[in-house]
């Protein structure tokens, strides 16, 4: 297939699916959702975004009646009806169908589970990417993978209109994340990163970088970083799924980074060879 869509056990091309208007999530956007991508049809860091999405649908009392091993196993089958190897797979879970519109819901309800699959390839590493800063007017749960993702939505907006690549949000000058990636700076040798709060999602490539630098004997530092640091950083570092690592050149229209050249390149090879090592052929 070009693209695929599933939803509780029906599958077709992405356009052909039907999904039920009662389902909460149109009423409510009331679900959860992960994502990652494949390269030689193999799915990479499967287990870390199967326990987040489970972890998520946890904190918001879904009820997902499937086991994480029967999810795995379903879209490492889905991946495996797609005519290329390198796809973005997305999975949601919503919290239940119901045939009136009302707000209260029962824990017993039983999740809806949704997977998109559709072409696409993780990004050129060797891009530099341009940044805006925005407040963070998102709510009090960035932690939870939601799908309410209209401030995220509109950030992106923004950034692109005013020909940048993502938005860092900031909460009265502590940085927290981007609108869909997480963001790291590298000062004096030293990563830094902000600690895994309810302030920000704890991004799976996040968790990669900290791992890669503990290995390259990179120290880091979990705690807020502010504004200024952020502006006056050796390099300034976003990741996400499908960017892996990316080093920014710009932050509001002002050139940053490209201090540590060495260290970040050093970091972005081991990740990349990390990605390719964990979907090469078998």
Known sequence: MKNLGYYNGEFDEIEKVKIPMSDRVCFFGDGVYDATYTKNYKIFALDEHVDRFFNSAKLLDINISISKEELKLLLSNLVKKMDTDENFVYFQATRS???????????EDRANIWVNVYHKKIADLNKRVKLITLDDTRFLHCNIKTLNLIPSVMASK?????????????????????????????????LKTAPTDNLILPGIARAHII???????????????????LYFADEVIISSAGQL??????????????????????????????FNEQTKKE
């Open 158 to 190: 923004n950034a692109k209109d005013l020909g940048c690549d993502e938005a860092v949000f900031h909460r009265n000058g502590r940085v927290t994340e981007c609108a869909h990636s997480n963001v790291h700076i590298i000062k004096d040798g030293i």
């Open 211 to 229: 791992r890669a630098c503990k290995t390259l004997k990179i120290p880091v530092i979990e705690r807020p970083f502010s504004l200024e640091e």
């Open 97 to 107: 169908t119901q045939s009136v519109r009302e707000h209260v819901f029962s824990k």
């Open 245 to 274: 690592c990316l080093s920014a050149s710009e932050i509001d229209k002002v050139k940053v980074g490209g201090r540590a050249q060495g260290i970040f390149k050093t970091l972005q090879d081991y990740l990349l060879n990390e």
